[in-house]
């Protein structure tokens, strides 16, 4: 027991020391920039850096080069007369998004409901008037024996306000050629400022013939959009509710 307690101690003790290192580690550094400009990243190979990874994404087949000596139309030109809008798997072209919608719906309902009924039995083969009074005060009405009253009123009013504005540019990519011609485009933007990351998404199908001449095309051409903008980070975490606060509003019945 006693040994195990001891290999804890010394668990805790290291990671408290590795912390302590790197809180000393960044402390020196930003002690050592006090006065100096932030310097400037060197430019590297991306291939030389740890961690890299070769991108893989949906490239068209190969297609064979015919070359002609000496002549103006070559198979590998990519400029001349033609046609540089995007069409095949793996083109790139620019998706504009300019949301600006408003909502402002207002309903109201009012209703009032009224009702009497007044019932009674003066005379039932002479009993009603005979044996009504031994059973009842002396001051009964055998002519008003029932009388009823009902009154209902409900009233309902409701606003519902909403205002949307998004206006950006974002790069897609071409990742598959439907059968009727159509295209699945795809395109992600990632934006981090200090330690707040913006992220942009956008899926959907277009057509080619809704792409202009600029090899640009506006949202509300994209069918089945998915469009997301948001972001994460120490602002972000700021913002949302406590795990504990969304677990109570959750179960919570009142």
């Not at 805790?12 to 290192?21: D, I």
């Not at 205002?163 to 934006?191: T, Y």
């Not at 090899?215 to 997301?228: D, G, L, M, P, Q």
Request: net charge neutral; hydrophobic share 35%; charged share 20%.
């Amino acid at each position: 027991m006693e040994q195990m307690n001891t290999t804890k101690v010394y668990k805790s003790a290291a990671c408290l020391t590795a912390m302590l290192l790197l809180t000393g580690c960044g402390m020196q550094e930003r002690l050592a920039a006090i006065g100096h400009p932030p310097e400037m990243t060197r430019i590297e190979n991306p291939y030389a850096q740890p961690g890299y990874k070769p991108v893989s994404l949906p490239m068209p087949p190969q297609e064979a080069v015919n070359s002609q000596p000496n002549s103006l139309w070559q198979a590998t030109r990519q400029t001349f007369f033609k046609d540089q809008r995007a069409h095949k798997v793996g083109d790139i072209l620019t998706v504009m998004i300019d949301i600006n919608d408003t909502a402002d719906l207002k309903n109201k309902t009012e209703r009032t409901r009224d009702g009497t009924e007044t019932e009674g039995l003066p005379n039932f083969l002479g009993i009603a008037e005979s044996q009504l009074g031994k059973v009842l005060p002396n001051a009964v009405d055998p002519a008003k024996l029932v009388g009823m009253n009902s009154t209902s009123t409900s009233t309902g009013d409701g606003k519902i306000g909403r205002s949307e504005a998004i206006k950006l540019k974002l790069a897609a990519m071409v990742m598959q050629l439907l059968p009727n011609g159509n295209f699945v485009i795809q395109g992600r933007q990632q934006v981090r400022v200090n330690f707040e990351l913006r992220d942009l998404q956008l899926q959907g199908v277009i057509r080619p013939e809704d792409i202009l001449n600029n090899n640009s095309i506006s949202y509300e051409k994209i069918a089945e959009a998915r469009i997301t903008y948001g972001g994460k980070g120490n602002v972000s975490d700021i913002q949302q509710p406590r795990y504990g606060q969304q677990f109570f509003d959750a179960v919570s019945p009142f």
